[in-house]
């Protein structure tokens, strides 16, 4: 990886000045060498990020590209310093902040929809650079990861598939993986569903059932490092960091989890968690005036590993009018309850 010191402490310049487009794509070809080297950065790629940037509206592909590739020329004949010193003072106000955002994208995992601890400090140092204020680079960070998690969740729902519970003749779902079959708890009378995405399925119907069930491949060499007290944390981190702000609060912003807890018995061990989500249920009613809302409901979430997958089985409740919660420990329970009577009728393979 490039020192830091050679991007941001540099005093060296270029000859051309750069349009302040090309001062947010050289600031993305920047990172990018900052990440890994010249040789490794592929221009179509960084293309592709670039032209769903505003500023490139006007940009097809190629000329995008053409632009990129100019830039990796400029960072190996000159410097990567002197790019980015180019960049910084091209760079104009209204555009600083697709600038810090160009950077983000090149460093986010996209899977766990963070910029990693170890890239962290060049962010740090970029947001110094283009004297973006605590305040002002986290809501641009926001800003980039909810649009990351708008396109997995479109991507999610395009990829969804209904499956007809008639169509399972013997009544039992088995996962693609062979890792599991379980009983259709729901019943086609009842306006039972059947959801199915890669590594996730849903059972519903039109009385507020909501079974749901996702896994994960873990790599066996992952399982061995975990002991007892590190299964828990990493149960944990997983629904409560992970699983639920991505799934659940980022589409509800008044949801909140309520209750958590880690029990440890002869055959389970897993993480629950109780989650508020109000107008969150899948169910719907109609008010007097017309409009269409949601029923309040509780999900209930657990979380354990079994064989080489991780599984996160969940439950709701929803409230129809006239319903009214019991204590969050007596609804805790209930659903949790609730859960552990369906995770018994799986049948892991």
Known sequence: MTSYE??????????????????V???????????STIEQIDP???AGILWEFEVFAEYSEDEIIEIVDELIVIAADESIGALFNAASQALSDDL???GFAAGIIILLDE?????????????KKLQEALELEDDEAQEIIQEVTAAFQEAEDEDYLDDEEDIPVENYSDKVYESPLGNFTVPIPVDAQQGG????????????????????????????????ELDST???????????????PQAILYNLSDAEIKHTEYQENATLGYYYALVDMPNGSTISQHENNGNITRLNAY???ISFIKDDFLYIISSQRSFFNGDTPDSIEEEAENIKESILEFVETIEFT
């Open 6 to 23: 050679q991007i941001f402490n540099s005093k060296q310049t270029i000859e051309e000045s750069l349009s302040p487009e090309e001062a």
């Open 25 to 35: 794509a050289a600031i993305a070809v920047v990172t990018a060498i900052a990440d």
């Open 44 to 46: 179509a790629s960084l």
């Open 96 to 98: 600083v902040w697709d």
């Open 111 to 123: 899977e766990e929809l963070v910029v990693p601890q170890q890239k962290q400090a060049y962010l």
């Open 193 to 224: 569903k059947i959801q199915t995405q890669e590594g996730v399925v849903g059972f519903s119907d039109d009385f507020g059932t909501l079974l749901r069930i996702d896994y994960y491949p873990i790599p066996p060499e992952q399982l061995e």
């Open 230 to 244: 590190e299964k828990q944390e990493y149960l944990r981190s997983i629904m409560v960091e992970r699983y639920v």
């Open 299 to 301: 999900r209930g979430l």
